[in-house]
């Protein structure tokens, strides 16, 4: 039987379990704890999970779950594709990443990320400049931190993730509306989240996941 461990993220030192629809299938989560620090895990037959959009959002499930149920934590999010060989291995990682992982969970604790798209309708005329310097504005106004993504076509106007305190997230919430109000006749916004802050935490785990 395979001992191998998917890991999703990390969290201070709570003995959790419950049930899931994980990556690869696995319909069980559980933690892996180490000194102060706890993985999220679910078991794995394979050390290579396909990157295919069902485990992609499988992985980001868990992660929300652990986000947001009974009442909530705070957890560093792994990379897709975190498997260890064991649970030695997934130790060996958490007190190597000790300090990295204590200092994020302190900067991202009560945070959640939101991500915001500002899509231009096809022939729509607009001021793609103005209504993104106007957008950004009003969405720094109800956040802390911001992260542009990458613009991959001509029509997105904008493409940020956003760090927000969980108590003004209806702030935040309002300011995507108002946004949506002014200019739904020319753009869709797409809004998702609450997510991990992926997008800021910088912990690189690395091959030393896969040793024993």
């Not at 969970?105 to 400049?129: N, P, T």
Request: charged fraction near 30%; charge should be negative; avoid cysteine.
């Amino acid at each position: 039987m395979s001992e191998n461990l998917y890991a999703y993220g990390v969290v201070e030192n709570e003995e959790l379990e419950f049930e899931v629809d994980g990556v690869a299938g696995a319909t069980n989560a559980y933690t892996v704890s180490h000194g102060p620090l706890a993985a999220i895990v679910t078991d794995i037959d394979t050390m290579d999970p396909e990157l295919s959009d069902e485990n992609a959002r499988a992985h980001d499930d868990v992660l929300q779950t652990v986000l947001l149920d009974d009442g909530g934590r705070t957890v560093v999010p792994m990379q897709f594709g975190s498997v260890f060989k064991n649970g030695r291995a997934l130790k060996n990682v958490l007190r190597g990443g000790r300090r990295a992982f204590t200092k994020a969970l302190r900067e991202i604790d009560g945070y959640f990320e939101f991500g915001v798209k500002l899509v231009a309708d096809e022939d729509a005329s607009i001021d793609a400049e103005a209504v993104r310097e106007d957008a950004v504005e009003r969405f720094a106004a109800a956040s802390v931190n911001e992260a542009e993504n990458d613009r991959f076509s001509d029509r997105l106007v904008m493409n940020r993730s956003y760090l927000v305190d969980r108590d003004e997230r209806i702030a935040f919430d309002e300011a995507v509306d108002a946004v949506t109000d002014d200019y739904g006749d020319v753009l869709t916004v797409q809004y998702t989240g609450p997510w991990p802050p992926y997008n800021f935490v910088d912990i690189e785990i690395g091959a030393q996941g896969n040793q024993q």
